[in-house]
């Protein structure tokens, strides 16, 4: 069925705003459900106020969602101080998923993928110390298959430490056998379960937490409005959480633009699959300590 969500594809009216302060709504669950990046420049005026500098996309972000996957991190490592801006300027208890540089997953110099993986994993040290690191994120691309690619995989699993939550994602079917899964399980790694075209990672439990990738193809360019039904497959994720991650905790769920069109209406159309507390998209375009009156609602 078609969920309809606040603020898909709408600006914020001022109008309909008073600035008091009302405590904030009571946290979700075992769900931690965000967008795969917060700088996109097409979410400025349906999410973010039109005009809004990119130095603030993260704090406003962070007063919708509890929770982002940090994409640029597969390009770039981020430096120690930007970690660190990051981390302050977030709330107590908001978590970061980040992935690892492409230079370490894509790339055949190993020396230099190890490297990079330290000076990464070194970075985040600020993070960590404020408890706001989710997990760390091995992607691999389809061309990385197994067995070939199993000596790489099993070297990468050994080199981050195991105090370091560490998701893996997959995408071909060659890793589909028991030994990936026996690989994983013996680090603590969650295998990531994607919804990407070409393959579907099987529902293997193999860390403490659960973590979920909504991709889709790279057919759409402009990301600001809900453009794709997905019901179906966020139904059928909603079915594995409640079967195969029954027991785990946390669950992590991140969108990107391309799945649906635009990354937060499609993170609220998560929460809603779930029977979560739908987010207000409109949060992120007030100031501090603004509110949406609803109908009948007056000043308290």
């Known amino acids: 069925m078609w969920v309809p969500f606040v603020g898909q594809g709408t600006s914020a009216d001022p ?48 007063r919708v969602f509890r929770t982002v996957e940090v994409d640029s991190s597969f390009y770039r490592a981020p430096s120690p101080f930007l970690v660190r801006r990051w981390t302050e300027r977030t709330p107590p208890g908001f978590r970061f998923a980040l992935k690892v540089p492409r230079d370490v997953t894509h790339e055949p110099d190993e020396p230099k993928g190890d490297a990079v993986l330290a000076g990464f994993l070194r970075s985040l040290d600020p993070m960590r110390s404020a408890g706001k690191l989710a997990a760390v994120v091995l992607q691999f691309p389809a061309s990385y298959r197994a067995p070939a690619g199993v000596p790489r995989l099993e070297h990468l699993l050994g080199s981050i430490p195991v105090e370091i939550p560490l998701a893996v994602e997959l995408r071909h079917g060659s890793w589909w056998v028991p030994a990936t899964r026996t690989s994983l399980e013996a680090r603590g790694a969650a295998l990531v379960w994607s919804v990407v075209p070409g393959t579907e990672p099987p529902a293997w439990v193999t860390g403490p937490f659960a973590y979920a990738r909504f991709v889709g193809d790279r057919a759409l360019t402009k990301f600001d409005r809900v453009q794709r039904d997905r019901s179906d497959d966020l139904a059928r994720m909603r079915a594995r959480f409640e079967d195969e991650a029954r027991s785990v905790d946390p669950i992590y769920a991140y969108a990107n633009n391309h799945f649906m069109g635009y990354g937060p209406g499609t993170t609220a159309a998560v929460a809603a699959a779930l029977g979560e507390p739908v987010p207000d998209l409109t949060r992120a375009a007030r100031e501090a300590g603004q509110r949406t009156l609803g109908v009948g609602e007056g000043p308290s």
Do not use: H, Q, V
């Open 15 to 62: 109008g309909k705003t008073l600035i008091f302060r009302r405590p904030d709504p009571a946290p979700m669950g075992r769900y931690w459900l965000g967008c795969s990046g917060w700088a996109y420049d097409d979410w400025a005026g349906p999410f973010y106020p039109p005009g809004t500098p990119p130095a603030e996309y993260l704090e406003r972000y962070a």
